[in-house]
């Protein structure tokens, strides 16, 4: 099983909590061959096959593990260019239609809406990928999706019968590692993902409340003092190759 090579190549070649990876060693092991092949075998797979509470999981991991499995191209990539059309090539099949990162992530899991900065949706109305669409929106899907980068959220698999437990563990670990509170609460610096998506969140101010809920207490206590006069900043996203040992 695809979620099984996934979870061996976490424990070999990730650390211990999946944020920087040894992408060389894992390139040449048999780890990545199993992902490979289970990434192969979804060509003649049927998604509508997947339980509706699944859907999202199987999408999410299918996304992490073209990732992983691909990742020796970003570790060429000269410019944030070159890494944003890693995820524009088509790089897999299921179900006999291709698909891309982007396909994946704004197609399916955002609901097939424009990507940051693009004019259309990612797929026509009658294109048939949209059938695999999950029934089940769910904004934290951001922060569950890998993508080799210093900014990352952590490499994770995610278990369909788990996924509600596992995406909140996924986001709040990831708010609290990116989220800054400074000026005595009146700035909060947030991670880029809200920046290029806040209406996935319910607008800006809808953003702030969701990372502000999933903090500790003493970083939230002095913004709530100041009743909504905060500033918002938004950090900006390294999109280096988070390989394992390199310098910070």
Not at 45 to 54: G, L, T
Request: hydrophobic residues 45%; contains cysteine; glycine residues 6%.
């Amino acid at each position: 099983m695809l979620e099984e090579a996934l979870q061996a190549a976490r424990s070999a070649y990730f650390d211990a909590e999946g944020l920087s990876c040894d992408y060389a060693g894992l390139a040449a092991s048999p780890e990545h061959g199993r992902i490979a092949a289970g990434l192969a075998g979804l060509a003649a797979f049927d998604p509508k096959r997947v339980r509706i509470p699944a859907q999202t999981a199987f999408w999410l991991n299918i996304f992490n593990a073209l990732v992983v499995r691909d990742a020796a191209e970003l570790a060429l990539a000269a410019s944030v260019r070159e890494v944003q059309a890693f995820f524009e090539r088509r790089r897999l099949q299921v179900g006999g239609l291709e698909f891309s990162l982007d396909d994946i992530e704004h197609g399916l899991l955002r609901g097939n809406v424009p990507k940051f900065r693009a004019l259309r949706a990612p797929m026509r109305r009658d294109d048939p990928r949209l059938a695999y669409m999950p029934l089940a929106y769910d904004e934290r899907m951001h922060f569950a999706m890998y993508c080799a980068a210093r900014s990352s959220p952590p490499f994770r698999v995610y278990d369909g019968g788990k996924l509600d437990v596992q995406l909140e563990e996924a986001t709040a670990h990831y708010l609290r590692r990116q989220v800054r509170v400074e000026k005595d609460g009146a700035l909060v610096v947030l991670p880029r993902q809200f920046y290029w998506y806040p209406d996935d969140f319910g607008g800006e101010r809808s953003a702030l409340v969701f990372a502000l809920a999933r903090l500790d207490e003493e970083l939230v206590e002095p913004v709530d003092r100041r009743r909504g006069r905060v500033k918002i900043r938004y950090a900006e996203f390294d999109w280096t190759l988070n390989r394992k040992g390199a310098a910070s």
